[in-house]
Every structure is written in structure tokens, then in C-alpha cells.
């Protein structure tokens, strides 16, 4: 193994490079797989780590900086693969009934099993696997492979199609053109929102958090899908935090991000393990991208999905949509939302305007169940709430219906609270 420069925090001047770093991030970020499946738990979702081979590559030595600069110059536009996706956030398990109701909270009375939104929270828990391909910025497809069916989301051009092959049922929507992201309009992925989905993508959202708040360091190097790669090391360096460290297998060749793993402070398995079992950097065929509505198949346009979930009062509450756009950048005032301190400690509140969340007693049967278990009830100056908690991310909702979530300990919630009085 070859020795490496053992840290390197991204201050001093290194600040207007690391700048620079973040603008070709941003571009380089566009292309890997455009498509998504994963969503509000993206942050928990991560890739069940390829099988490591045996033995690690000797490889050139290279510095922290350099290698986040590698991963921000990686020009990659064509890749297929398969990914595995494994999440543990130490949820309870009542037979399907949280993957259940929030699948039909999204799809909403009459709505289409192949929605995206449908799909999200059956990632946060399990191992699933995935089948991605990916050729420039307007050409992608994730599938969803199970035992018994296949779920794909494709994007070619400005048309997204998704489909349920259990149900035989399609969604379709229009994608934003790819001269819009190039302007810097992320606001919309096919699914609605700007979620990760590979390690590439998770890989870059970790490196937004990279500041004087963040130890960068190069941790030798490892064999991922077969391909030689670098091991970086990302670790907070303020306390508060869930997050224990995030490490990223680069690959050594092209500087795209391989595996993704973090690991929570409170230690044990990890949270989040992103990782490709293969890769290619082949361009994949054209009619990987082809999609036509099956025949009998039940056809659902974005537009007809979206009025159903409003019909049937399935808006998130305000602010809460934003949530994930602005958690952890320093952002305020998106719709109701404040992003309250900084860095790793970066907490996001917004008021939902009614009542806290009810008790498990007031519930009961499973969903109360479910509630007790996941909360815990607290108070301070600002009065008293439950906070609900996984491994990494956890939330606070007041009795008078403020919500106070990041990826923080439960006394930085209430400590949050308590400052907001």
C-alpha cells in the first residue's frame, strides 16, 4: 500500500480552489445516471459495498485535494452497471406497514403504483438491486430488479417514462432540458426532485459539505467491481453530529466515485453503503433507452398524478418540500424553511401551522406502535415534542407543531428548539 498525505482540511488557499473544485463538481454531477429512483431518505439510501477483491492496488501517491479535484474533472458521459442498495436505519419492522402507507400516502387515491414518489420509501430498509446505464445528460435508466418484477425509470430526452411490470402500469412525464441544467436548474428530476442515486451522486453531495468544518484524507486504496481505486476519507469535525465518516472509493482511472459508505458516530454497521458489484465505461446501446407503454398497460401523465395527490391532501407541509434542497447549504427563507447553524450541525425548521404529532396511544394499533417506537418525548424552554429518530437523521416536532431535523443528536434538536424561543 502506498503512502498517502495522511489530512487535508480545505481552508487557507486552498478556499478558492476548493471553489473552483465545486463549480466543476457541479458540472461533472449532471451526467451520472439522471434518472432516480431513490428519494427523501436519499440521504439513508445507500449501495450494498462491491465485493472487495483480495489485496490492494499499488497506486501513485496522491493528495486529499487531488483527489477531490479528480472526482470534479471526471468527464465520464457513458457507464452501465449493476448496484446493490442496503440501508440500515435501525427502523422497527412491522411487516411492510411504514413501506406500505407511505408508497399509498404518495400514489394517493387513483393514482399509479409506477409514480416514483410511489417507490421511494421502499428503499429506505432491505437490500435491493439495480440495474443503471447512463449516456450523456439526457439519456439514463434506473431499474428496480426484485424476484418477481422489475420497476424502470427512463430518461431519453425530454420524455421520462417509469413502469411497474407487478401492475402494468406506466407513468410519464417531460424531463427539464439539459440546457436548463447546464443554467443551473436542478430544481426537477424525472421523480420531482433533485435525489441521488449512485455513488457518483452521493459522492458529490458529501462533497458540498466539504469546509473548515471537514477532515479530507486519503486512506489507501481498494479493489471495487474490479477496478483499482482510491479510499477517501470525509469526517466532521464538529461534535453534535450523526455522522460518523464517509468513505469514497475513487476509481483510479477516471475519478468516478465507486462505492459510498457512511457510517454513523454512534458506530455498528453502516447507515449508508453505496457500491458498484459491476461497471463499464462502455457506451450502452441505444434501445437501452427505448421505452413503449406495454400494450393494456394503464398510463398515468404527471400532470393527471399530481392533481390527485393534491385532491386528496397529500401536500407535504410548507416548507417541508424544500427541505432536501436547502438541509445542510446555509439556505433561508425557502418557503417557510430556515437552515439553522452550519456545516455537519445544519438544522432545518419549519412550521407545519397545526399540531404536533399524536402519541401512540391516541393512534393505536400498529401505526401507534410504530410512533412510540420511534419517538421519544422531550422538553426545554420551548415546551415539549416528541423527537423521532433513526441512526442518522432525526426529527423534532413540537406540540405546536414546529418541525427541527438534520442530521444532529437529539440535544442539538432541543437545544435548537429551545434557541428559536
Partial sequence: MAPYESDHALTGEAEAEAEDVRAGRRKA?????????VGVAAATIGLVPALADSGDPDLAKISAQQLVEKIAKSDVQQLSGTVKISTDLGLPDFGGL???????AARGDGGSSADPQSKLLELASGTHTLRVAADGPDKGKVSLLDSAAEYSVIHNGDQVWAYDSKSNEVYHATAPKSDDAKKGDSRKTPHGD??????????????????????VTVDGTAHVAGRDAYRLVIKPKQSGTTVGAITIAVDAKTGVPL?????PASGGAAVVDAGFTQVSFSRPAASTFDFTPPKGAKVTEEGDAKADRKADGKSLPKGAEDFGKGLGKGDTGLDGMNVIGKGWNSIASFDTGGEGVPSGSEVGGDVGGFLDSL???VTGKFGSGTVFK???????????????????????????ADAAQ
Avoid: Q
Wanted: aromatic share 6%; net charge negative.
Fill in 98 to 104: 411504514v413501506g406500505g402507507f407511505a408508497s399509498g
Fill in 259 to 263: 462505492k459510498f459508505t457512511l457510517t
Fill in 194 to 215: 433533485d435525489v441521488p442515486a449512485t455513488p457518483k451522486e452521493l459522492a458529490d453531495e458529501a462533497l458540498k459539505s466539504v469546509d473548515d468544518t471537514t477532515s
Fill in 375 to 377: 419517538g421519544d418525548k
Fill in 29 to 37: 454531477a449532471r451526467y451520472v445516471v439522471p434518472v432516480a429512483v
Fill in 390 to 416: 433513526t441512526r442518522l437523521i432525526n426529527a423534532l416536532m413540537t406540540d405546536d407543531g414546529k418541525v427541527y431535523v438534520g442530521a444532529v443528536t437529539k440535544d442539538a434538536l432541543v437545544k435548537a
